[in-house]
């Protein structure tokens, strides 16, 4: 209950920025960078989903303990909700800074390759009624997706050059997040991120318990 | 040993049953089809025409090659084979397999490929020969461990593409980026980082097949 | 004389959430013919795979044991014969190649007195070269005895083995299971009382949940 609290004491600071007075805006993206309350913890939330889903995943495989599978697919679903969310608030950031909603920047590439496999994961759910099967291959499939991810890592910066912040050809030294930010503002980007991670946290430990005790309720039906 | 046996198994029945090699060759008639009728009087350009041969490669590839798998859960073999062999000599079986047919439908393809797009030139042979043959590996490896996957799923001629799509991603862009270098020529020694990188993708996705191939194997 | 050991340590095997069988303490230590019983769906054919090696129970384990050696779970397929309603052969090959093949995937080599023999038995000699696809049902279920048989396990696994047959093909099957079991382990999962009656002993799967 806390976690809710903390979450939406912060929710209105993250909502408003505009009611910190001393604002100062960073040169070359001016208002469109309040967006970046939303789209790095959104952006963060994904990965982190990703990266708990194939954990989880794998203790499944170890373990064989159902439960683990419940927590891995709440992850999964919320990583998807969050993917999304990144994906499209950086399409509009990106609109209004670099002039297009989509340019195939290397990291708007990954976040697609991440939104697609995703997508692979949800179709291959859908698409195995037994439970423990289900919840194997999908294991599987989350984990051979996650060793491909390096790869883009390597891959993208020599297919595209980069616009995002951090690139490896950064030559307009472009908003870097840590070093331009205003205190004022940087207190909100890490309440921001801060929060969304609370509330990511809690809404999975919601997701997967309800999910565990829906299935542990079923079972006496069937 | 026992592994090129079942590869023999699965060739001989191949060629009596002939499940995935009509597939395959009509699928490269209708994807190149498609591409020359898109194309019509224009002119492509060279680096095009190298991007869009990996993707008949692709469409082609995800048109037969999950049958390894399939058509042994469809004619309900699976457990037959269970009973005959190791899983990991399963695995080995059907990745010669694979290999065999992915070889052999690049070939087709390649040959076909240049003869109907005059863009299509390479000028640095070797380094292209290379490419060809690790990303066949790659493509072989990545497609027999998801066919093994959604053998055992439902809807499965959907599914295939769906899952490969993801892992065979960064394989394919690596190869296309590799093509367009071979196109303009460079010395094998410059491209070097590129073709570890795409021999690195093979020796991961070859180990990690190995690894969970048990878990899908079994029930 | 035979030194093949089966052992069931605590096995249980839950689908999904659902309890199939629990604390399962076999030993299979003499050699003979024993019965696995219970209604369908009690879960016969997922203990014998289990038995097998080709299904993992959820928990516990099973111990094979040949001359006193624990057998690597991925051996057990080379050391037991097993039939079942859900196993099918190569159709698109005839009886011969399934044997050949079989054979050679197994890496044994071709002992032909032992096959010819095995043919006549299941009275499939004059039709080995047909392919499976043109087979009656019953004669599927002989090749299967075959295809079992082949490499001469220490531990034969029989799930329904008189499905398909007629009553000759039955009393066969009877006479064959009991000059097998004078020298090997014989495990019969079954409804079937005359199946049943061959067993010196038997359990019940609906004793275990």
Redesign the interface.
Known sequence: MSYVIIAGISFPIVEKPEAWYHFPLIPGLGENAKIIFFHVPTAWITVLAFLMSTIFSIKY?RK?D?DDDGKSQTALELGMVFCILATVTGAVWAKFTWGEYWSWDPRQTSIF?LL??Y??LF??RS???????RA??S???S???F??VP??V??MP??MKGLHPGSADDTNAGPVVNFKMNSNMYLVFVLSVVAFTILYFWMWRVGSRSLNIK??LL?NY? | MKAYHLFRKDLFSEIRNRYAINSLAMFIIVTISVILFSVGEETISDYLSGGLYWVVVFFTGMSGLARVFVSEEERGTTLTLQLIARPETVLSGKLIFNLVLTLAMNIVITFLYSALFPAFVIKSLMLFFITFILGTLGIAISSTIIAAIISKAGSKGTLYPVLSFPILLPLILILINLTKISMDGTPFGEAIMDVLFLASYDVVMLSVSYLLFDFIWKD | MNRYELKLDSLTKYFGRRLVFRDLNIEYCQCGIYGISGPNGSGKSTLLKIIAGISTPSKGKIIHTAEGKEIDTAEIHERIGFVSPYLVLYEEFSCRENIEIMGKIRGIEPDEPHITRLLETFGLADRQNDRLKFYSSGMKQRMKFIFALLHKPALLILDEPTENLDNEGKNKIYELIKNYSASNIVLIASNEDSDLQLCTSSINLLEHK
């Not at chain 1, 698409?127 to 099967?133: F, G, L, P, S, T």
């Open positions: 495989l064989k159902l390759a697609l496999i997508g692979a179709a291959l698409a195995v009624e037994n439970e423990e099967k194997t291959l294991a599987v499939y984990i051979i997706a060793v491909t790869f883009f390597f891959i020599r297919i299935e542990k079972k069937r």
